[in-house]
């Protein structure tokens, strides 16, 4: 007589596994989805305040080459470059707009999920 001694899983075993699993993955992928839209809102609220420092800056310091920060309309002017703003947007940040209004500034930026934030300067 041959005696069966092999050893593994049981089917039982392991479809409890696989939905142990499935719940785990069930609860953990929408978490991360919003963790990554928070990212890219905080991106963007993150950039609005550095351009109104820029801005701050380069009135401040007088380097516009117009005379004047008045003329400044987007977020990778040159007016703005020069103070150290990149040319192009950061990863997160899909527009961009500054405008200025009784003696105000308003820097408005749109992250890529979608939502806007306004920093006034």
Do not use: H
């Amino acid at each position: 007589m041959r005696k069966n001694k092999t050893k593994g899983f049981t089917l039982i075993e392991l479809l409890i596994v696989i939905a142990i699993i499935a719940i785990l993955a069930a609860v953990l992928i929408p978490n991360v989805l919003n963790a990554r839209k928070r990212a890219t809102d905080s991106a963007a609220q993150a950039y609005a305040r550095q351009v109104a420092t820029w801005i701050a800056a380069a009135d401040t310091a007088g380097t516009a080459t117009s005379g004047s920060t008045n003329n400044i309309t987007t977020c990778t002017d040159s007016e703005l470059v020069s103070e150290g703003a990149p040319s192009s947007f950061p990863q997160g940040v899909t527009n961009c707009t500054v405008s200025y209004s009784n003696g105000r500034w308003t820097v408005t930026t749109t992250s890529q999920a979608g939502n806007s934030f306004t920093v006034v300067y």
